[in-house]
């Protein structure tokens, strides 16, 4: 390919990234107003997330039933609640990407139960051998949540990028 026919290509390309933009403000909503939005829906979301963890694991220590899945359900929610409001296809493709991703790492958790430690009779094998089991479950989640969290943080990065590049 010659010089010439780079320089057209580079033009064209430069006009349909210009002609992009230029719709992507005239009317519809903007990157910053759509990441706006989001970082809105998502900062409600997440408020109370680390005091219901950690008041969780509390409960569970103590014997109780938690549903750690349930602990994320408003993350989730505040997510399709930003997926609905962002209108903005440049900043609603990496959200929709993130809230997929955080599915999977809600999905981690599901099922997930911490047997009563209070009353463990560290003499009884069968006791120990629960424990075990439930070490055993623990570990198995931690490695997938490592994982979950790996992909959920390289799509937050993209969505970022998207919303600093604004």
Avoid: H, W
């Amino acid at each position: 390919m010659n010089k010439a026919t780079l320089t057209r290509i580079g033009g064209l390309a430069a006009a349909i990234a210009l002609t992009a933009t230029m719709t992507a403000c005239s009317g519809g909503q903007s990157v910053v107003d759509a990441c706006k939005i989001a970082n809105a829906e998502m900062t409600k979301a997440t408020s109370s997330v680390s005091s219901d963890l950690n008041a969780a694991v509390q409960k569970a220590t103590q014997g109780e039933k938690v549903d750690f899945a349930g602990i994320f359900a408003p993350v989730q929610k505040g997510l399709d609640e930003a997926g609905k409001k962002v209108t903005n296809e440049t900043v609603k493709a990496p959200l929709t990407a993130f809230a997929s991703e955080f599915e999977g790492f809600i999905k981690v958790y599901e099922g997930l139960e911490i047997p009563d430690l209070k009353n463990i009779d560290a003499t009884d094998p069968a006791s120990m051998d629960k424990v075990k089991q439930a070490q055993d479950k623990i570990q198995e989640v931690s490695t997938k949540a490592q994982a979950a969290s790996a992909k959920l943080t390289e799509q937050g990065k993209k969505l970022q990028e998207v919303c600093n590049k604004g």
